[in-house]
């Protein structure tokens, strides 16, 4: 049976989705843990698009060891050396080079000549041949291209030695009988006289992203790009939980093996959901809260008779713990880390103290600690410190003016000299996010905010998320705050995305180059 090779765009164009914004920290971490699941390449970033990205893309290349690393290139020769330079000290770097070809992006976004854009490819591709031995080579919007003119861009970008051809559905317009026909029409007709490995890279606007992906692989591609949660561009691409999940139990249908190790799945999602900001829907398929709750009588009576009845997916095969050794308010450091070991969550050293009396203060208020709540607190529980070096202390309320709400928002710095502010509101939150907005002193436009609980029970801990926009920038940023309380946990969320925000505007914006826009020679 072939194997397929997954292809990991999460750092890149999971990068892309409106509001997340990894660290170069955070990046390398989420890399290491693909490598754990079995990626087979790794797109760590766009290295000519920010001396960020360009870092991220460089030590993740250094920090894997079996897992092969890319940079994506646009189809000029300057992005190229970038991406060359980036991935150099790869175990096994590869360079993936795009240009668009469908007769709109090429008339209005590259102001090109079909001819010209033929003439860039075989320039860019032979270029990046001479200088990492695997290209790939993406047609992008492929899905609206002319398919004679599709056949030549391929053509000439196999003539000029890349390996990989991957064929984007760019703005998430094709159909799953559609898209399998490209790939057997190509197969069918580039003439090499090597092997060329053919590659799905599926957007979800029509929220066919899954299955796309599923049917190229019945058209013959090798590789499938994706990302984890299906993070990426507005819809996001092809969530490759989903995709892994499909091969494995539909095995039957085709005929193929996937490469992951499928119980580091929910470790993964888990990870990016922290670092994205971005909480995974309850009802996401695989994934999701909801994947193995059966809440109709029927169901329960079924699954309790025989899992299978109404459960295709055990929860153990996507690594769903469960809860063998819930730690309590009599649990020690000792158990509450071995546990953070054994969950394979990440920690820093000199934060164990901190973390462990958070756990205490949860033992006291929540009989049983499930890996949910560990999580949680780990993950959002902590606030970043400002550039000022404020940490978020406590926010109270005084609520003794009858149909007015104050909230008193404390914050501490690094000499633990506490700094307060007070603001008036409409409800507890309007006041809360005053009081924070006075502390900062800057202007930020609130563009959502939502509270969830992490665990089911009233005495679950609450998780607030908040995106806002930078209105001198627009950019924007998610953030979340975790705490028992969800007053506190709101006001964690706003203060972290102040923060960002903050930070940005004392760094200036940093323009960078994005992967669609066009090319400037
Ligand atoms: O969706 C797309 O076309 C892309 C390319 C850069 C491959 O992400
Ligand atoms: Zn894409």
């Known amino acids: 049976m072939d194997k397929i090779q ?21 990046k390398v971490e989420i890399a290491r843990q693909l490598e754990k699941w079995g990626i087979t390449v790794i797109e760590a970033g766009f290295p000519a698009a920010s001396p960020d990205s360009f870092e991220a893309v460089k030590l993740i290349a250094e920090a894997m060891t079996t897992t092969s690393v890319t940079g994506l290139a646009r189809c000029v020769i300057s992005d190229i050396d970038k991406a060359v330079e980036a991935v150099k000290h790869a175990k096994h770097p590869q360079i993936h080079v795009f240009i668009a070809t469908s007769p709109i992006h090429m008339e209005y976004k590259l102001k090109m000549t079909p001819d010209e854009v033929i003439a860039q490819i075989t320039k ?3 270029y990046a041949r001479e200088r990492v031995e695997l290209v790939e080579f993406s047609p992008e919007d492929a899905t609206r291209t002319d398919k004679d003119f599709l056949l030549k861009a391929v053509q000439t970008a196999v003539d000029a030695g890349a390996s990989f051809i991957n064929i984007p559905d760019t703005v998430g317009f094709t159909q799953p009988e ?61 969530a490759l939980e989903e995709v892994a999940v499909a091969l494995h139990i539909r095995k039957d249908f085709y005929q193929v093996e996937q490469p992951l190790n499928l119980s580091e799945t929910m470790n993964t999602s888990e990870l990016v959901s922290q670092y994205s900001g971005l909480p995974v829907p309850k009802n996401k398929a695989v994934v999701g809260g909801n994947a193995f709750a059966h809440e109709s009588g029927i169901h329960q009576d079924g699954v309790l008779k025989n899992a299978q009845t109404y459960e295709i997916i055990t929860p153990e095969l996507v690594g769903v713990k469960h809860n063998s050794l819930p730690l309590g308010k009599l649990s020690g450091r000792h158990a509450f880390t071995d546990k953070l070991d054994q969950l394979g969550i990440t920690y820093e050293a000199v934060a164990v103290a901190d973390l462990f009396e958070k756990f205490k203060k949860l033992a006291d208020k929540k009989q049983n600690i499930t890996d949910a709540d560990l999580r949680a607190l780990v ?8 550039a000022s070096g404020f940490t978020f202390a406590s926010v109270k309320f005084d609520n003794s003016k009858h149909g007015e709400h104050t909230a008193i928002v404390t914050l501490v710095n690094q000499e633990n000299e506490t700094y307060e502010t007070t603001a008036t509101g409409r409800g507890s939150i309007d006041a809360i996010f005053k009081a924070i907005d006075e502390a900062f002193d800057q202007e930020v436009r609130l563009l959502s905010y939502m509270v969830d609980a992490v665990t089911d029970g009233t005495d679950a801990q609450g998780s607030a998320h908040v995106v806002i926009e930078n209105p001198a920038t627009g950019t924007i940023f998610n953030a979340k705050g975790v705490d028992y309380d969800v007053l506190t946990a709101s006001a964690q969320a706003y203060m972290n995305a102040n923060i960002l925000v903050q930070k940005e505007n004392a760094q200036g914006k940093i323009t960078t180059i994005h992967a669609h826009d066009g090319i400037k020679m």
């Open 124 to 126: 860019c591709v032979s």
């Open 379 to 386: 993950s959002g529980g902590q606030t970043v410190k400002n």
């Open 6 to 26: 997954f292809f990991d765009t999460t750092l890149r164009d999971g990068e892309q989705t409106p509001g997340v914004s990894f660290s170069i920290a955070e």
């Open 178 to 238: 559609e898209y399998k026909a490209i790939f057997e029409f190509l197969i069918a007709n580039v003439k090499s006289d090597r092997e060329i490995i053919y590659s799905a890279h599926c957007h979800d606007d029509l929220g066919q992203a899954t299955a796309n992906s599923l049917a190229a692989i019945r058209g013959g591609a090798r590789r499938i790009e994706g990302a984890v949660n299906g993070l990426g561009e507005r819809a996001g691409n092809a």
